[in-house]
T-cell receptor
């Protein structure tokens, strides 16, 4: 069983839609949760960073962590064509610990 | 130059060639990483350097040899690679010891082994 499960998609939505991206994990020691965005031919860039359970909002993006269910989500409101990218979830057990990545979900937002 | 840079961006090599990938970080960080990204697979951590000392080797074959001459530069020396080594090789850096040790990635080197 993979430590982190992420639906690879591809996911295609119309512009303006609400997008929900999800990851599940099995290691209860994970405390730090991240979402990276990777455009084609680029390296991943950090989008959201959360510690433990709860919600974090940044503009059109909201990250949710439910440690009791070992489930994290990224919501994108009013999605734009510029949001088309691969979204990677990542998590770690502590500061300085290695990151464990999901497979990535490929998202396309159609104008 | 800003952030994390990698050269070359693309590399095609034969199985008997020797080549090197270069990474430079302009962020003043103290840790650097090599990752392998293959299609349909999660990022695989290969090596970690903390203050120029290798702190992790994630069971990587010896045909991959890292070198970290200082805290800003990281190399990955390649020799007698296999076609299954074709992938995107990503370098990252972070500042360990901070409240949030975010990893910053370079654009990657797309490697094709013939």
């Amino acid at each position: 069983q993979k430590e982190v499960e992420q639906d690879p998609g591809p996911l295609s939505v119309p512009e303006g839609a609400i997008v929900s991206l999800n990851c599940t994990y099995s290691n209860s020691a994970f405390q730090y949760f991240m979402w990276y965005r990777q455009y084609s031919r680029k390296g991943p860039e950090l989008l959201m960073y959360t510690y433990s359970s709860g919600n974090k909002e940044d503009g059109r993006f909201t990250a949710q962590v439910d440690k009791s269910s070992k489930y994290i989500s990224l919501f994108i409101r009013d999605s734009q064509p510029s949001d088309s990218a691969t979204y990677l979830c990542a998590m770690s057990g502590g500061l300085g610990s290695r990151l464990t990545f999901g497979e990535g979900t490929q998202l396309t937002v159609n104008p | 130059e800003t952030g994390v840079t990698q050269t070359p961006r693309h590399l095609v090599m034969g199985m008997t060639n020797k080549k090197s990938l270069k990474c430079e970080q302009h962020l003043g960080h103290n840790a650097m990483y090599w990752y392998k990204q293959s299609a349909k697979k999660p990022l695989e951590l290969m090596f970690v350097y903390n203050f120029k000392e290798q702190t992790e080797n994630n069971s990587v074959p010896s045909r991959f040899s890292p070198e970290c001459p200082n805290s800003s530069h990281l190399f990955l020396h390649l020799h007698t690679l296999q076609p299954e080594d074709s992938a995107l090789y990503l370098c990252a850096s972070s500042q360990l010891g901070r409240e949030k040790d975010t990893q910053y990635f370079g654009p990657g080197t797309r490697l094709t082994v013939l």
